[in-house]
């Protein structure tokens, strides 16, 4: 009876211990973690946008060069070129994949896309964040839609080369792309 209530009491003083630690370490580091949360976004718009910056001036520029838009609940990045980018998240074929995708002032046709997060198959379709890979999405035309084609045989304004041994990756992000765009487009131009 004795032994079961020390073992009662150390358990209920350890996770004491330990619950008061962790809330403290994470009181200490929530706002350097929402800080580099902030970097990494604005670092991300940055870069789809085509704005140069260096790591320590990423916030002045951010805020020099970019207006933020929100329509509907919907957030969207402008530069003073007209080229307008916005975030992406869905799923995959294995899970979420998150990224950001900028669209020249034409409303037309895809400038950058940047995958920020993905739990694609290492090697096959976790390819889709390869920036040899993203490259193939420049200047591609958004509407009526994107279409991926088997690797190698993109031809038309609007095809991209899906990624061989990847096909549900490679539909996945096809059918989040198309649907994500479609959708912030009808925000932007407010049909």
Sequence with gaps: MKSALRILIF???MGTIS???LFGINSLTATMIARNEELKLKSAVLDVLEIPYRPENVLELF????????KGDSVFYAS???TTAFKFKGPGLWGTIEGILSINSDLKTIRVLRILHQEETPGLGGRIAEFEYLKGFRNKEIIP???F???GKAKANN??????GATGSSKALEKLLNETIQKKLSLLIGK
Excluded: F
């Design 145 to 147: 839609r994107i279409s």
């Design 80 to 82: 003073v070129d007209g």
């Design 11 to 13: 358990v209920v003083a």
């Design 159 to 164: 095809e991209v080369d899906a990624i061989t």
């Design 63 to 70: 805020d020099e060069n970019v207006k933020i838009l929100e």
């Design 19 to 21: 619950g008061g630690l």
């Design 149 to 151: 084609v088997p690797s």
